[in-house]
Every structure is written in C-alpha cells, then in structure tokens.
C-alpha cells in the first residue's frame, strides 16, 4: 500500500523559460496548424504580445520538471501496473513564448477503490508565471494493486 503520510508533498518549484521552437515543435507533433503559436508577426497581429502557447502545451512543461515517474518513485510506487488515469487543466492567465514560468507538483490525494485493488494519487500541478497562477493542472494515476489470494 501506499503511504498516505505523502499526501501533502510538495515539489520544490523549478523555472521553466517558454521556448519558442519547442513549442513548434510541439504543434508539429499534435497537427495543430495555426501559426499564432509559432509565428510572432501573426501573434502580435492576432493581439498578442507574443505568441500564445497551445493549452496542452502544460504538459511538456510539467514533463520537464518533476515527471510522474520521478513523483511515483519519490512515493515508492513500482511503475508496474501505474496508469494515467486522466487530467485536466483550468487556466488562469494566458502564457506565452518567452515567459518564465514557476512549476511545483503536489499529492493532493491517494484513496484505495474495489476493496484495495486499486490506488488512486491525485497531482496537482501549479504553473505561476511572475508569482500568479497561470494555470492548474489536476492528474490522477491509477495504480493496479497485486492482491494476495
């Protein structure tokens, strides 16, 4: 089982600067084709100081500070039998291509379900940009328990 004394944990915030060709390269990998998030002539056009990052973008930026797997064995959860279960982002300001961007982690929750067979760790993910909160991100990994017979 999982210790639930880890609920609470939270991850020493790491600075991410936004990069403009990851996030190129990152709409190349999705198919998103609007050029408002790579092109800053069409950004600044569109309104924009700069370009905006694609909303799924987080993920990358979550993925490069304090991964899952790195959560999971900071937890002492195997990965064996670990699942993304789902996930969900509410955002608070926009972000942008060349912003500087603040990420900590935090277990938020673990609960058992179908008698212990399964955990369920809730993350919370908190993207400040110049101390605000731009964006939230909210994951719940599935972890498959072995039971004894």
Known sequence: MIDR?????????????????????FCKAIGETNPVY???????????????????????????????AELLKILKVPLKGVLHAEQSFTHHAPVFVGDTMDVSRQVTDIYDKKEGASTFIVVDTFFRVKGEVASTCRQLILVRNRLEA
Do not use: M, Q
């Not at 309104?47 to 991964?67: Q, S």
């Open 38 to 68: 790579w092109d800053p002539d069409v950004a600044v056009a569109a309104g924009y100081r700069a370009c905006p990052i694609p909303p799924t973008f987080l993920k990358a930026v979550e993925g490069d500070n304090l991964t899952s």
């Open 5 to 25: 004394d880890r609920i609470g944990y939270t991850s020493t915030p790491s600075a991410t600067r936004i990069d403009g060709g990851h996030v190129k390269l």
